[in-house]
Nanobody
Framework: QVQLVESGGGTVQAGDSLRLTCAAS????????MGWFRQAPGKEREFVAK???????DYADSVKGRFTISRDNAKNTVYLQMNSLKPEDTAVYYC?????????????????WGQGTQVTVSS
């Protein structure tokens, strides 16, 4: 397992941008699939975006075209660039990692999680 620490959350207005960062420990970061999930109050944790160890990306329909996931294996870091933010993007955002998730978007298939970072988008 790896240890994950998210940063970059904050309070912004609708239409603004934020970049979330997830720093991972461990020497085998490049072998991990990395995902971003979010959880709004009273709602279940939901898939946002994913980048595999081969740098294939996948996005939830609700963020496609607005969010971009990327990774820097030299820095053991994954990013989530969020543009054109909407109030419905308000949530705690979590970084997650696992080896060999395939096409899965299920939170249960990711074994390591960060503590989360709050993103609040005001209208």
């Amino acid at each position: 397992q790896v240890q994950l620490v998210e940063s970059g959350g904050g309070t912004v207005q609708a239409g603004d941008s934020l970049r979330l960062t997830c720093a991972a420990s461990g020497r085998t970061f490049s072998l991990y699939d990395m995902g971003w999930f979010r959880q709004a109050p009273g709602k279940e944790r939901e898939f946002v975006a994913k980048i595999t160890w081969r740098t294939r990306t996948d996005y939830a329909d609700s963020v496609k075209g607005r969010f971009t996931i990327s990774r820097d294996n030299a820095k053991n870091t994954v990013y989530l660039q969020m543009n054109s933010l909407k109030p419905e993007d308000t949530a705690v955002y979590y970084c997650a990692s696992e080896i060999g998730t395939g096409p899965s978007r299920r939170a249960a298939d990711f074994g390591s999680w960060g503590q989360g970072t709050q993103v609040t988008v005001s209208s």
